[in-house]
T-cell receptor
Framework: AQSVTQLGSHVSVSEGALVLLRCNYS??????LFWYVQYPNQGLQLLLK??????LVKGINGFEAEFKKSETSFHLTKPSAHMSDAAEYFC????????FGQGTILTVHP | GAVVSQHPSRVICKSGTSVKIECRSL??????MFWYRQFPKQSLMLMAT?????????EQGVEKDKFLINHASLTLSTLTVTSAHPEDSSFYIC????????????FGPGTRLTVT
C-alpha cells in the first residue's frame, strides 16, 4: 500500500522567505501526486498536481513542486512567502483513491 | 467549474440522534464521491467511496451501519450519521470525481459535526 510522509508538522518562515514543504511517498510505481491547501474550517483546495510529463509543475499562488522519482519526493516550494500563505498543506498520492500525508502547518511571520 | 457543495456547514445534535450531510456536485456529474473524516490537527481519513446507483465501499474499521451513505444521483451523495455519539464529532469532507478514468477529486467545504 502506498504511503505519504510529510517531514515537519510545522514550518515557520518569515514573510518574503523561501517556503519548502517536504513530501516523500513510498511506492514502486510512480503515482499521481498532489498538493492541497486547507484554511481553517474549510475544505481542500488543489494547489498543483503531477500526473505525467514535465517533472516541475507550477500551481496556483506562486507554488511549484518537482517530482523526483529517484528520491520518491514531491517537495513544494514558493520563492517568497506571503502572509496569506499561512495554512495547512497536504501532500497526497493517488492510485484511484487519495492517500494523504499528515499535513504541515505553515506559519508566516511578518 | 468543478464546484462541490456541502450542507450543512455546521451542525450540532444531541447524542442518540441522527444527522444527514449532503454533498452536491454543482456543475458536473460525479460518478464517484468520497467521504472523509478529519479529526482536529490530523489528516483526512477516507471513510468510504460511493458510486452512483450502487452500494458504498467502506474502508476498514468504518461501521457501515453507523455511517449510511447514499449516492442516488450523479450530483448528490448523502452521509447519515446514525445514533450519533460525542466521539463522532468531527469535520466531514466529501469529494467528487467526474468519470471513472479521472484521477482528480474536487472537495467540498466540509461539515463540522458536534454531538453533545
Amino acid at each position: 500500500a502506498q504511503s505519504v510522509t510529510q517531514l515537519g508538522s510545522h514550518v515557520s518562515v518569515s514573510e518574503g522567505a523561501l517556503v519548502l514543504l517536504r513530501c516523500n511517498y513510498s511506492s514502486s510505481v510512480p503515482p499521481y501526486l498532489f498538493w492541497y491547501v486547507q484554511y481553517p474550517n474549510q475544505g481542500l483546495q488543489l494547489l498543483l498536481k503531477y500526473t505525467t510529463g514535465a517533472t516541475l509543475v507550477k500551481g496556483i499562488n506562486g507554488f511549484e513542486a518537482e517530482f523526483k522519482k529517484s528520491e520518491t519526493s514531491f517537495h513544494l516550494t514558493k520563492p517568497s512567502a506571503h502572509m496569506s500563505d499561512a495554512a495547512e498543506y497536504f501532500c497526497a498520492v493517488s492510485y484511484g483513491k487519495l492517500t494523504f500525508g499528515q499535513g504541515t502547518i505553515l506559519t508566516v511571520h511578518p | 467549474g468543478a464546484v462541490v457543495s456541502q450542507h450543512p456547514s455546521r451542525v450540532i445534535c444531541k447524542s442518540g440522534t441522527s444527522v444527514k450531510i449532503e454533498c452536491r456536485s454543482l456543475d458536473f456529474q460525479a460518478t464517484t464521491m468520497f467521504w472523509y473524516r478529519q479529526f482536529p490537527k490530523q489528516s483526512l481519513m477516507l471513510m468510504a467511496t460511493s458510486n452512483e446507483g450502487s452500494k458504498a465501499t467502506y474502508e476498514q474499521g468504518v461501521e457501515k451501519d453507523k455511517f449510511l451513505i447514499n449516492h442516488a444521483s450523479l450530483t448528490l451523495s448523502t452521509l447519515t450519521v446514525t445514533s450519533a455519539h460525542p466521539e463522532d464529532s468531527s469535520f466531514y469532507i466529501c469529494s467528487a470525481r467526474q468519470g471513472t478514468s479521472s484521477y482528480e477529486q474536487y472537495f467540498g467545504p466540509g461539515t463540522r459535526l458536534t454531538v453533545t
